[in-house]
């Protein structure tokens, strides 16, 4: 493997805004210190969590995990472009869904591009499926795709 996850922490913000600058700055316009300092404050008051995939001290990889009124959601995963297809973003994917169950949450959900097949590709390999289609209001026009993964049947609320 050769990478650990871990929760993010304060000394991580610059590296995380990096690396959501560098995998969502053709779609969005943001300042990204700022995003990534949000999300650090959002993990330090319990409202959300964040997995950091680290390598020899180098942040190459997160993803985060938030409540909404059916279960988590990710917002962002992003992997550096040196450390795709090494294992990172199913590590962080995992951890998500471990800190899912911890938080009781029986699903969790994500909106990735209609048009990103790479990524379509990696979530149904990693057990996500496809559960309807939204139209991204942010890009006008650039449908994403909603996905789901369960957690556990028996943390349903309405059980």
Known sequence: MGFSVREMVAGDVVA???LTEGGFSDFYRFN???????????VSAGRAFCAVAERDGVVVGYCNLRGWPAGGWIDQIVVSKSHERQGVGKTLLEAI???????KFWKVSLITSEADRGALSFFKACGWET????KDEIRKGVNGILM????????HPNR
Do not use: C, P, T
């Not at 559960?131 to 939204?134: D, F, S």
């Not at 789901?148 to 943390?155: A, Q």
């Open 16 to 18: 995380v805004a990096k």
């Open 32 to 42: 990204w210190e700022q995003n990534a300092r949000s999300l650090f404050e959002a």
């Open 97 to 103: 869904l471990n800190e899912a169950r911890e938080r």
């Open 131 to 134: 559960v309807g289609k939204m």
């Open 148 to 155: 789901s993964h369960i957690v556990d049947y028996e943390l």
